[in-house]
């Protein structure tokens, strides 16, 4: 556990701090592992070292801030995180950051590289295979993608990196989630809790990925102001989703007609990716399933693209490759 004061003496303190101290404390919100104290024209930090750099060079950006505009306002705390954590623009942006005796030294990242979005604790979040590289080219060229293939493959993990980035970029106003809770079926009455902790194990995997690239706090404020939304299939209905990057996940457990109902709320400046796995199907009867009909009728339209995942594409344990294989009938190696 280390410990560090930091001593404002060139900015009045109330310009940092703001009214109430909410500014430092939205910082401060940042970092929940790391104690905070402003005091005076003083910052008392207790927590671990790379947090108090962490912290520290987070506070020299928004002073730096500071000296270019009138005042600071919250979106300006948040917009550090947004550029530095996990953002990543059309134009090279800051990857690490590092203090020197010199000030921020800063390294960056090229456009053109693998690199999708920069998630938390400094992980790269990249294309990192073939069909994951192909499903970023695509979506430059296209306003809907299916990605299809197994388990494993980062479909819906890539697909919700260029969404976090979209959303950066201000390219779309918001990021809708949605998969079918298929599992619960006709159960879900059954099941304890509201209907919010009736589903969150269904969507469970989509919040493990937006948590794996955007900081809790800033999460939890996007998710209460509807700015990311994570919701059942169900709920798509009678919607026009526009300035929307929206994702269906699990696809292969939806009918045909669910599949048309999504698909017909694209309104203006909506981006869709359609994620799902043909040998997955879930429903009772899995001849119900309508994402391969759905593809096969729409295959060819402009602006819609089709990439087939396949087993060279798994990014989990080694493991996994063997597993699918073998539950394919293809002999072990």
């Known amino acids: 556990m280390a410990e560090k004061k930091i001593e404002l003496t060139e900015i009045d303190p109330v310009e940092i701090f703001g009214v109430n101290d909410k500014l430092i404390n939205r910082l401060a919100n940042y970092f929940p592992k790391l104690k905070v104290v402003p005091r005076g024209n003083t910052i008392s930090l207790k927590g671990s070292s790379k947090d108090i750099t962490s912290f520290q060079t987070n506070l020299n950006l ?6 270019k505009k009138r005042s600071l306002n919250l979106d300006d705390v948040d917009q550090l995180f947004e550029e530095i954590e996990y953002g990543m623009g059309s134009s090279p942006v800051l990857n690490t950051l590092e203090m020197t005796e010199d000030g921020l030294k800063g390294g960056f990242a090229d456009e053109k590289s693998d690199i999708i979005v ?22 430059y060229k296209n306003d809907l993608i299916f990605a299809l293939g197994p388990a494993g493959t980062g479909k819906t993990y890539t697909a919700i990196a ?30 304890p809790g509201d209907l919010k902790d009736k589903l969150d194990p269904y969507l469970q995997p989509l919040y493990d990925a937006l948590m794996d690239m955007i900081p809790p ?44 109902m999504f698909l017909t709320r694209m309104g203006n400046n909506a981006k869709f990716i359609v994620t799902g796995d043909a040998t997955q199907i879930d429903l009772p009867n899995k001849s119900d399933s309508g994402l391969a009909k759905g593809v096969a009728m729409l295959k060819g339209l402009k602006g819609i693209s089709v990439i087939n995942f396949n087993k060279e594409d798994i990014v989990r344990h080694p493991l996994v490759s063997k597993i699918v294989k073998v539950f394919e009938g293809e002999p072990e190696e």
Do not use: C, H, W
């Open 217 to 260: 706090q800033k999460l939890k404020i996007l998710m209460e102001d509807g700015t990311i939304q994570i919701a059942p299939l169900a709920y798509m209905r009678g919607r026009t989703l526009e300035s929307a990057f929206v994702i269906l996940d699990e696809a292969q457990n939806t009918s045909l007609g669910q599949l048309k």
């Open 118 to 139: 920069f998630g938390n604790d400094g992980k790269i979040v990249r294309a990192r295979t073939k069909n994951q590289k192909k499903l970023v080219e695509e979506y």
């Open 162 to 191: 260029l969404a976090v980035r979209a959303l950066k970029n201000r390219e779309v106003k918001k990021l809708i989630l949605t998969r079918p809770a298929v599992e619960a079926g006709e159960r879900l009455g059954f099941l």
């Open 62 to 67: 928004l002073i730096a801030k500071r000296g």
